[in-house]
């Protein structure tokens, strides 16, 4: 997919990436996608998530082959347009507005260091296309499967673009 790379920016004096991704469906469907377990094993980095639909509900993370199972605060829940939690040392931020017959999804990773930047940014585009394979109707492999973007290729654009970086990496690569 050719999508514009993210960027970098500060949430709150914290550093964070930011992606938009415009869908041809509404908010709705959007919001589901990323609040029903079952939609979201298609597109998430844990394929087994659980949330407590509230503010200052939990949320469960599972099968993630880069992380440890874990749990999370959810900070905001506005269906269906704005949903924030706790994701390990991250908080994560989805926002979804209305632009023409469809909308767009903006996603905001308030990280732990600057360093992560560009790694993470580059995590999210594989996750936002699988996302943008299920509700486009395709068959989603979710975001750790060999069919999936080409991960090293879009950090590598992420370093190049001037993103942060520096963090490990998954399996262990070189920060560069």
Not at 72 to 97: A, K, N, Q, S
């Amino acid at each position: 997919m050719n999508v514009e790379l993210g960027i970098f920016v500060e949430r709150d004096g914290l550093p964070a990436v930011r992606l938009e991704r415009p869908f041809a469906v509404g908010a709705e469907e959007v919001w589901r996608a990323l609040t029903e377990p079952n939609r979201m094993a298609a597109w998430f980095p844990s394929p087994t998530v659980h949330i407590e639909p509230m503010v200052g509900g939990r949320v469960d993370f599972a099968g993630d082959p880069y992380a440890e199972d874990h749990s999370g605060t959810v900070l905001e829940y506005d269906p269906p347009r704005r949903l924030g939690y706790t994701w390990g040392d991250d908080e994560l931020l989805f926002e979804i507005g209305r632009r023409g017959e469809g909308c767009v999804l903006a996603l905001t990773d308030v990280l732990e260091g600057r360093e992560a930047a560009a790694r993470n940014a580059a995590g999210w585009d594989v996750c936002l296309d699988e996302l943008a394979k299920l509700l486009s109707g395709g068959t989603p492999s979710g975001p750790h499967d060999g069919t999936a973007t080409d991960w090293q290729a879009r950090y590598d654009a992420y370093v190049a673009a001037g993103m942060p970086s520096g963090a490990p990496l998954p399996d262990g690569g070189d920060p560069g």
